[in-house]
Each structure stands twice: as C-alpha cells, then as structure tokens.
C-alpha cells in the first residue's frame, strides 16, 4: 500500500502541543511514498527540511466553483460597508490587528464586519471590540456551514494571518466577485498580486490594513477591476476540477 499525504502547511505560532504533534507528523511523513504540497512555498518548505525531492509533486490547490456565481456588489451611494473576516479565531490570524483596523478606518458610511468562525480567542477578541468601542458593528457569527452566502453580501473579504499554506477561503472570494485585502505572506501572496487581484499589507500593521481597506471601499471600480482579475485566476489556475485531474493522474501512476 503506497502511502501519500496532501501537505496544507504547519501553524508556528500555536503553542507546544500543536508544535510537538506537527514535528512527529513530519517525522512519519518522511516515511510515505508521495508528498502533495499545495503551493510553491509549501514545496520549498519541505525541500529546506531535507525531504527527499524525489518524492514531492506540487499539485496547486483548488476549490468548487459550482457555490459561487460571480457577483461584484455595487454598493449603492448611502449602503452600509460590509466586511467579512473567515477563519480560526486566533492570533495568527491576525484578527487583533483587524479590529484595530477597523476601529481606524474612516469610511463615509456606517460600516460592518463579520467574523465567521471560531476559536480559542473569539473571548479575547469580542473583549476588544468593547474596548475600542466598535462592538455593535461586529457580528460574531461562530462556525458556518457554507461561507457562500456571506460573500454574496460583502464588500471585501479581510484576511490578515501571519502565517498561511494557500487559502481557500481566498480563492472562493475570488470566484464570488469579492475584493481581498490580505497580509503580504507567501500563501496569500500566490492568489493576490498586489494591486491585480487585490490588496496586501505588511503582517502585523493595523494603520496600513486600515488604509487599504479605506482605499478599496473608495475606489468601487479599481475594486471592480482586480475582482474580474481574480475570478479569472481562480477559473483557470485553481479549480477543483483542476486538482482533481491532477491528483487522478498522481493515484493512477
């Protein structure tokens, strides 16, 4: 029995039981037949660890587009902002750094952010949206099952992480139509060019985060633009057809 593995990446910054079991992970994994990193950076994560090349095939990640129809939301002149965070609530998500963003940012209407997801710092988090005073434009909605409806009502998708593999969250907010404003990290850096497909940010910068969300909200059609842009990477690079064609190929061999 050939044994593969599919390789998202590893969380740093989690604390020692997450780090003691993702050692012991790579320590089995240098074992399996076939390594399947999902982004270049992963790929050369696993060649700096001394992972035997022979071994590692790079098959880009993909998601289902038949969810996402897309659809740039043209916000009309006095409509709410609408934000959308979606992920683990932790810090390595940089979702600290998005509510001081937030709470920075100046719009010329009321403004809104969800945060879909949970975690163990949804507490902390919900703490600080009371210091800074922005509780009632923050919605907390936990764990979602699809996060295709909350995209068709977003202005953009904010993701700052610290750290990513290659997000799939990001791709499916490409094929709905929806801007990114991202960190500048490898993983997020593979689907957004800045400028092109969306917005990145220095990690850890709540003044610039907040400054490029007051420049995509302020500019609909360069928005426009880089949401056209990136529903055309995600249907040609990123489909899960795609992946799925390649990972037949791989089983097959």
């Keep these: 029995v050939k044994l593969v593995s599919t390789i998202h990446g590893w969380t740093p910054n989690e604390g ?3 780090r003691a079991y993702e050692c012991i992970s790579r320590l089995f994994l240098r074992g399996f037949d076939r390594l399947y990193p999902l982004s270049p950076a992963l790929l050369r994560e696993l060649q700096l660890q001394k992972f035997d090349s022979s ?3 790079l098959i880009l990640n993909g998601v289902d587009l038949t969810p996402f129809e897309f659809n740039f939301r043209v916000r009309k002149k006095d409509e ?17 750094e ?5 709470a920075q940012a100046k719009f010329s209407v009321p403004s809104r952010l969800r945060i879909a997801g949970d975690g163990p710092d949804r507490e902390a988090l919900q703490a600080l949206t009371q210091t800074l ?3 009632e434009r923050v919605e907390f909605l936990g764990a979602v099952e699809s ?4 995209l068709k009502i977003s202005d953009a998708l904010v993701l700052p992480s610290h750290s990513e593999g290659i997000p799939r969250v ?4 490409f094929a709905a139509g929806v801007p990114v404003v991202g960190t500048a990290i490898a993983g997020i850096q593979q689907l957004v060019e800045d400028g092109v497909t969306g917005l990145t940010v220095p990690v850890g910068d709540p003044t610039l985060l907040s400054r490029a969300l007051e420049h995509l909200i302020g500019s609909p ?6 949401a056209v842009n990136a529903r055309e990477v995600v249907t040609t690079q990123y489909s899960a057809s795609r992946m799925a064609s390649d990972f037949k190929k791989e089983y097959r061999q």
């Design 170 to 173: 990001v791709m499916e907010a």
């Design 147 to 150: 996060i295709a409806p909350y």
């Design 55 to 57: 071994k590692l095939v």
């Design 80 to 96: 709410p902002i609408e934000l959308l965070f979606a992920g683990r609530i932790c810090r390595p998500k940089g979702v600290f």
């Design 16 to 18: 020692r039981v997450i």
């Design 133 to 135: 005073g922005v509780a």
């Design 221 to 226: 059609d360069f928005a426009q633009r880089m």
């Design 98 to 102: 998005l509510i001081h963003a937030f």
